[in-house]
């Protein structure tokens, strides 16, 4: 009997050390490193579409005013010598022309910047050096302006 325990303790002795659970810890490493890479790429995306996004929009709005700053260059200039009377009425008293028989306003209620037609909605006279342009334009889109007319 003896000679049996001891075969089992040499058994025993000469039995590999238990093994840990170590194995496996790669694959979640890998897929949260995985994951964090991917939501900072997306987050890196969302930063990037919404400054692209203002940049646009204060794009937009530049050409916005850069159109209203033409037409109002372009209605001053038209608005001198025989249309110059025109300017104190208010656009709806243009087509009688009484006081302004000379005066064609045609150029004063339609024009064209860039590829963009407007159309005169309404001018109404503040006082003696300015007044309101209101404008409609071919997109859709309309303007109010205030002018200060040069003498």
């Not at 001891?6 to 050390?17: D, E, G, Y």
């Not at 530049?62 to 200039?77: G, I």
Request: proline content about 7%; overall charge neutral; hydrophobic content about 45%.
């Amino acid at each position: 009997m003896a000679a049996g325990n001891a075969s089992a303790v040499v058994a025993l002795i000469r039995m590999p050390p238990p093994v840990r659970q170590s194995n496996g810890f790669v694959l979640p490493l890998a897929l949260t490193g995985s994951a964090l890479l991917l939501l900072s790429s997306l987050s890196l995306q969302t930063l990037a579409f919404h400054g692209r996004q203002r940049s646009s929009q204060a794009l937009a709005t530049a050409k916005t005013r850069d159109a209203d700053q033409s037409v109002l260059m372009a209605f001053q200039q038209h608005a001198q010598g025989a249309a110059a009377c025109l300017l104190a009425l208010p656009s709806s008293a243009w087509p009688a022309l009484e006081q302004c028989p000379a005066a064609d306003p045609s150029p004063l209620q339609a024009g064209r910047i860039d590829d963009r037609h407007w159309h005169l909605l309404a001018w109404q006279p503040t006082d003696a050096a300015g007044g309101t342009l209101q404008l409609s334009w071919s997109d859709g889109q309309q303007s109010r302006i205030d002018v200060e007319l040069q003498p």
